[in-house]
């Protein structure tokens, strides 16, 4: 499976952005699916994930602000980021794994990741 994300850029705080991942090589309709951000000295973290019924848990810190769903029509998922704060800021990778959980340690599969950096 190869995922490749998009829609990352720079914004203001408050502001909102829209990622998208989009998957190849393979259908991730038996996996979970997750959006992970890391930022320079630090592990990487988990923010959404979302099962493939479409199930979605969430970190706390992004609670009510952010909103994960996938079409597995289309073998893609997003991620709406609304009310950023510069605390978002960061590397946002794309993830395809077996367990329903934001540990970033139990995904198989991963994107590149796209730049969020909120001012």
């Known amino acids: 499976v190869q995922l490749v994300e998009s829609g990352g850029g720079s914004v203001q705080a408050g502001g909102s952005l829209r990622l998208s991942c989009v998957a190849s090589g393979s259908t991730t309709s038996d996996y979970c699916m997750g959006w992970f951000r890391q930022v320079p000295g630090k592990g990487r973290e988990g923010v959404a994930v979302?099962?493939?019924?479409?199930?979605?848990a969430y970190a706390d810190s992004v609670k009510g602000r952010f909103t994960i769903t996938r079409d597995s029509s289309k073998n893609s998922m997003s991620l709406q980021m609304n009310m950023l704060n510069p605390e978002d800021s960061g590397v946002y990778y794309c993830?395809?794994?077996?367990?329903?959980?934001?540990?970033?340690?139990?995904?198989?599969?991963w994107g590149r990741g796209t730049q969020v950096t909120v001012s």
């Open positions: 979302i099962t493939n019924g479409g199930l979605p």
């Open positions: 993830a395809a794994g077996d367990r329903f959980q934001l540990r970033p340690g139990l995904f198989k599969f």
